[in-house]
């Protein structure tokens, strides 16, 4: 069998102007983006990093294209797209193989499994897939492998839009860059956002979302292993990422999705409460974490009421005894508005007890809040705008247009001019001067003169 040195020396390095036929799309992606990978350090440490790879100052990069592996087993070579090679000066530190889909064309698990075996025969670490599907994290595949050889070789998806979004933040963030690797750069994503690139963000919900809503409309009960439950979640966790993308372009800090410890290591876990979610509460829930946001940006999208709910939640001020400063502390966090879609609710000490009012309302009167119940210590604030898109709502296209605009605008409108409570420091104690009595005692009791 043939060593991994010698299919190098039949493969060809990767160029940032790759001379392929116009055709293939994939393989000029893949081609520019491991040519960039080679040459834009900053870039390839963040990108790799979220596979857990770290790439070191002296860390050298090898990139190559139109790699042959000898299957035995098969009477055709296997020939993934890539190939990426991290090296220590001369030894092997950690090494991938890159295969990559565009446009609607989705990443085939059996080319995958059978990469990831050719991957073990040359004591390779790990395949990347590329493609337009969209994952929370690189380790959630969206392919089936077997478990006894995803013990041996790490599995990891990268959509095209996070890389775009990846290179967008290094150009931002990265002070290491120098002008040639920041065109560098700026090329890859300005050939990223061309349609003729064959990268493509998620536009559109699954086939069946127009007959879940309406059938939830009607009255309709869905089991949560339907074809409408099942395709409408994974549509949603596609978009919720790329929601999550959006929010890091626009922010220019990246914002990732808030998943649970159990969901991180168990997406199989995440799908079927998703699924029971949308079923028993007719709900689709997200939570996104803003660096340094006063909290989560929550979304909720109730399919009965055909509405979509961004929300964020504040604990109230410990330093305030009267409901009533606590109210104008949150008030004055919040713009002037004219319009009612903006709320103020209130949750209270006692359980289940809690109020809610339009913020116009609350800016006239911030006693509709209150309660009158002197035992009572009011606690959390959550404000949220609520939109109705109407008949958009249904759409495939339209309601996808929606979210992304309701999400960015109650963070714009709301979201970044709220401010967690912090608690003072404790003062010192003016009153408690023993210590100071005691040092003064002794400074009588050892002076010679006295």
Known sequence: MSSLDDVLNKANSARLIPNVARSSQEMRLVSILLAVLGSVRPFTANLLESCGVRVGKMSIVDSFTEVSLPNPN???????????????????????????????????????LRYGKAAQNFGLNAVITLSNQLVPLPTHIPYSIPKPLSRKIEFYHISWTSIRTQAMLTLKDSEDLSPEQRFILEEMVRYFEHVNSGVKRFDKMNREWQSLVSGIKRGESFKKTS?????????????????????????????????????????????????????????????????????????????QRRTISCSMRLQAPGDRKRSRSKINWLLRQLPDTKTSDIFIRTFWSRRNLSTQAVLTKVQADPACLEIDQPDVNLTYFEVAIITDPGGRFSGRSTFIDQLEKAIPGFYDRVGQNLRKWIPPPPPIDSSDDTDQTKVDSRQVETDPHT
């Open 227 to 303: 074809p409408e439950v099942e395709y409408t979640v994974a549509s949603w966790h596609q978009e919720e990422r790329d929601v999550c993308l959006i929010l890091t372009r626009q922010i220019g800090k990246r914002v990732d999705i808030r998943l649970p410890r159990k969901h991180r290591s168990n997406t199989a876990l995440r799908f079927q409460e998703a699924c029971d979610d949308l079923v028993g509460a007719y709900e689709l829930r997200s939570g996104f974490d803003i660096p340094n946001a006063a909290s989560d940006l929550e979304v909720a999208v109730n399919l």
């Open 74 to 112: 098969a009477k055709q070579n296997d020939r993934p797209d890539g190939l990426l090679i991290l090296r220590n000066r001369s030894k092997v530190r950690w090494s991938a193989l890159f295969e990559a889909k565009v446009g609607n064309s989705e990443i085939d698990g059996d080319q995958v």
